[in-house]
């Protein structure tokens, strides 16, 4: 059965929505979500989100996408616009984040109770130096290797994964006309079901399993060069440097980085599956564009809006879990009583309550929680979060445009930090400290911070890891914060090269 049915859809397209989401729910309880992504991940575009909620169960939707009928992508100020099924491309020039927003807008689409919250939008990135176009902080001297600093594919499919009910939802959206009648409007809904059909078919169609090993001892060492960006000494310096303009009273914390490169074959697809297992996350996203593979797990929403609020979840303190239930919660203890990791996290619970609240009706931000522990398979962390109700004359590109970058990746005060970034990092950062999410055309965001993330480009692998340079920091610490930070993804690639022999990377800083 098909929902909503004709005579719905014939009611919604009076109601001035141009997009409306038709589903076929069907029970797929032999099924995974990544049985059923290995049978479309092929296209030229793909997409794949997952969550772990708290840590340690799975979030209720996971979501599938290909075939997008529209790309946006930028680099600088000039913004390439493909229209996929016309198989033509124009280029505009302006501000990504309007002419993105001005696409986004032109879709309109109701929600629908038998539907999942996500039917159709924009998914993709905006990279951490898309904010150069919108603040006053200059670029680096070194470009980024990776080509893209916005790219957002436009789907009206989605394919999508209820792990509460075991039941598989296909959404296909039907585009309504000014000049559609009733005819034509069921003529519409007939070829939208044939199309959830043929989809249905082809995910019936037999997989190939390919099995990959997700236990990445750390004892056998295999000499496979990474290169850094930075010497130690390089990053030392930095941190000395970051220090003295917080000793000036410049900034309170600067969040410094490093890249780390590496030659590869890894199938991107087997480095997503160890890293969904290894390190189970709330936002989980395997993403394929023309050019380049995006893998990571993110534990850390940007920002989020949904039916008018605005939320975000500052993180800020870690502590690794215990091999007894008694370690794990003296552990947290500790935690919760480092006074230098809740001098931070104040910090930044601050930072996202000014963010939230630049977008938010007076009076209405509050923090839900407050430096509560979360766990995850490897380390607990400190997280509160902040909700905002969003002001009638703005939209989630407001809250986007307020909340980016977080102050996790960037420092306080932001706009200072990221000046100083610049100034001493000396290289654009790409993906790395930028969003990750989707855009959907029934008014909903959800966004994560682009950590522990995976860039696959020309043959490489690009990992970049920070660590947040406060008064008293110790260079040495804080470039070995970021090198085992970023060790986890490097032993994943690895696993995703020879998943019978996965070994841990030698980093070679240069």
Same mark, same amino acid.
């Given at each position: 059965m098909f929902m909503p049915n004709v005579e719905e859809v014939l009611s919604l397209s009076k109601e001035n929505f141009n997009v409306i989401p038709i589903g076929f729910t069907y029970l797929s309880d032999h099924e995974t979500c990544i049985s059923q992504f290995e049978r479309v991940r092929h296209e030229e575009h793909a997409f794949l989100l997952e969550s772990v909620e708290g840590g340690e169960r799975w979030a209720r939707y996971s979501?599938?996408?290909?075939?997008?009928?529209?790309?946006?992508?930028?680099?600088?100020?000039?913004?390439?616009?493909?229209?996929?099924?016309?198989?033509?491309?124009?280029?505009?020039?302006?501000?990504?984040?309007?002419?993105?927003?001005?696409?986004?807008?032109?879709?309109?689409?109701?929600?629908?109770?038998?539907?999942?919250?996500?039917?159709?939008?924009?998914?993709?990135?905006?990279?951490?130096?898309?904010?150069?176009?919108?603040?006053?902080?200059?670029?680096?001297?070194?470009?980024?290797?990776?080509?893209?600093?916005?790219?957002?594919?436009?789907?009206?499919?989605?394919?999508?994964?209820?792990?509460?009910?075991?039941?598989?939802?296909?959404?296909?959206?039907?585009?309504?006309?000014?000049?559609?009648?009733?005819?034509?409007?069921?003529?519409?809904?007939?070829?939208?079901?044939?199309?959830?059909?043929?989809?249905?078919?082809? =995910?019936?169609?037999?997989?190939?399993?390919?099995?990959?090993?997700?236990?990445?001892?750390?004892?056998?060492?295999?000499?496979?060069?990474?290169?850094?960006?930075?010497?130690?000494?390089?990053?030392?310096?930095?941190?000395?440097?970051?220090?003295?303009?917080?000793?000036?009273?410049?900034?309170?914390?600067?969040? =410094?980085?490093?890249?780390?490169?590496?030659?590869?074959?890894?199938?991107?697809?087997?480095?997503?599956?160890?890293?969904?297992?290894?390190?189970?996350?709330?936002?989980?996203?395997?993403?394929?564009?023309?050019?380049?593979?995006?893998?990571?797990?993110?534990?850390? =929403?940007?920002?989020?809006?949904?039916?008018?609020?605005?939320?975000?979840?500052?993180?800020?303190?870690?502590?690794?879990?215990?091999?007894?239930?008694?370690?794990?919660?003296?552990?947290?203890?500790?935690?919760?009583?480092?006074?230098?990791?809740?001098?931070?996290?104040?910090?930044?619970?601050?930072?996202?309550?000014?963010?939230?609240g630049r977008v938010s009706e007076y009076g209405t931000v509050v923090l839900d929680s407050y430096m509560e522990i979360e766990r995850y398979s490897h380390v607990m962390h400190m997280v509160s979060h902040v909700k905002g109700k969003l002001q009638k004359d703005k939209d989630f590109f407001d809250a986007l445009r307020s909340c980016m970058p977080a102050g996790t990746v960037s420092g306080a005060p932001k706009v200072r930090a990221m000046q100083i970034i610049s100034e001493l990092e000396q290289q654009s950062r790409g993906v790395y400290g930028g969003a990750i999410g989707y855009l959907g055309f029934n008014g909903q965001m959800d966004s994560c911070i682009a950590i522990r993330t995976i860039v696959f480009q020309d043959g490489k692998a690009f990992v970049q890891a920070g660590a947040g340079v406060v008064a008293d920091s110790v260079p040495e610490r804080e470039f070995e914060e970021t090198v085992n930070k970023a060790k986890a993804m490097l032993k994943a690639i690895e696993g995703g090269t020879d998943p019978r022999q996965i070994q841990t990377p030698v980093l070679s800083i240069r």
């Open positions: 979501y599938i996408g290909r075939r997008p009928f529209l790309v946006v992508s930028s680099s600088g100020k000039t913004v390439d616009i493909t229209f996929i099924n016309e198989k033509k491309s124009i280029q505009k020039q302006g501000s990504p984040l309007d002419i993105v927003k001005d696409y986004v807008s032109r879709y309109k689409s109701p929600k629908h109770s038998s539907l999942p919250p996500f039917t159709g939008g924009a998914v993709g990135f905006f990279g951490y130096d898309l904010i150069h176009t919108f603040e006053n902080v200059p670029r680096p001297k070194t470009p980024s290797e990776q080509e893209n600093e916005m790219e957002f594919l436009f789907t009206d499919e989605i394919i999508v994964f209820d792990h509460l009910k075991q039941k598989t939802t296909i959404v296909c959206n039907l585009h309504v006309s000014f000049d559609d009648t009733e005819i034509t409007l069921h003529e519409k809904y007939e070829q939208v079901c044939d199309r959830i059909r043929r989809t249905y078919e082809e =995910l019936q169609q037999p997989v190939r399993k390919k099995a990959v090993n997700t236990q990445v001892p750390l004892t056998e060492m295999r000499k496979n060069e990474v290169r850094s960006s930075h010497t130690k000494e390089e990053f030392c310096y930095m941190v000395k440097k970051a220090k003295e303009y917080i000793k000036t009273g410049d900034v309170f914390q600067v969040v =410094l980085s490093q890249r780390f490169e590496q030659e590869t074959e890894a199938d991107p697809f087997d480095v997503y599956r160890i890293l969904r297992s290894m390190n189970p996350s709330p936002y989980m996203y395997y993403y394929k564009s023309k050019d380049a593979y995006i893998v990571g797990a993110s534990p850390e =929403l940007l920002v989020k809006v949904d039916d008018g609020c605005v939320e975000n979840r500052p993180i800020a303190g870690t502590r690794p879990r215990g091999k007894t239930l008694q370690e794990d919660l003296s552990f947290e203890e500790e935690l919760l009583a480092d006074e230098k990791e809740r001098a931070e996290h104040v910090m930044l619970v601050d930072l996202g309550r000014n963010d939230v």
